[in-house]
């Protein structure tokens, strides 16, 4: 098993949690470490004591349901002492030295196990424990996954639209003028001569051009000045 530091991603028994907070107890000659773990799943709370090649995962329970577990291990292994805090890290509401007595009923198998607490404040925690192989603990090291709302594409900025729109402006009014000055002096919009796309177009009567606008040709002729617009409004998206 790799090493479980703060914030390591844990998984036992088919569940995932995150290491908030480490604990490392001394009693008579030994030691053991307290991982608190907050499942991914639902929150909840657990703990995980290591000690040499044995790890037991425990939750909280109320007085009475470790008493009714109690009797159904009397015939089992009973184990008291007292533990001393040798070093924490995250926020565990304990100090450096803190003293906890301790009681553990073990089932007939010690695969189960509950347990008493006493603090030095008289506050008395109970749990209950459950073996686990310790080869069967995965940890992963945290990581940040990315916001995702910083991933999603932003519209471009208004300022930026209303430029591009004026650049396409300015080129659909040059090649306005240009189509309009094709061989007529007195080219304007209400004479239908600016429409002429060709210069031996262009250079008919006005009486022509007006019958050319009328025609297929003419309008298929405008078709490029259509698609130029068109083009320069995808061009400000």
């Known amino acids: 098993m790799n090493e479980i530091n703060l914030n390591s991603e844990v998984a036992i028994l088919g569940e995932r949690f995150k290491c908030t907070e480490i604990v490392k107890y001394t009693y008579t000659e030994s030691s053991y470490t307290e991982y608190t773990l907050k499942s991914l799943t639902d929150n909840k709370v657990k703990w995980l004591e290591i000690e040499d090649e044995e790890a037991y995962l425990y939750e909280g329970i109320d007085q009475k349901k470790f008493d009714t577990f109690k009797a159904q291990f009397s015939f089992g292994k009973t184990y008291s002492g007292i533990s001393k805090v040798k070093s924490f890290s995250g926020n565990a509401d304990v100090d450096l030295g803190e003293v906890v007595s301790f009681v553990e009923f073990y089932s007939s198998d ?47 900025p208004i300022i930026a639209l ?74 400000g998206k």
């Open 110 to 156: 010690e695969e189960n196990v509950v347990s008493m607490e006493t603090w030095e404040n008289g506050e008395i925690e109970y749990s209950l424990g459950k073996c686990v192989n310790i080869n069967n603990i995965s940890v992963y090291e945290s990581y940040n996954k990315p916001d995702s709302t910083h991933s999603k594409k932003r519209p471009l």
């Open 162 to 235: 209303v430029a591009c729109i004026a650049i396409a402006s300015v080129i659909m009014v040059s090649c306005f003028n240009t189509r309009k000055n094709c061989g007529q002096s007195n080219c304007s919009p209400s004479n239908p001569a600016w429409c002429c796309t060709n210069t031996t177009k262009c250079r008919v009567t006005h009486d022509d051009c007006n019958s050319i606008k009328k025609s297929k040709s003419i309008r298929s002729g405008s078709s490029g000045f259509r698609r130029f617009s068109g083009g320069g409004l995808s061009f």
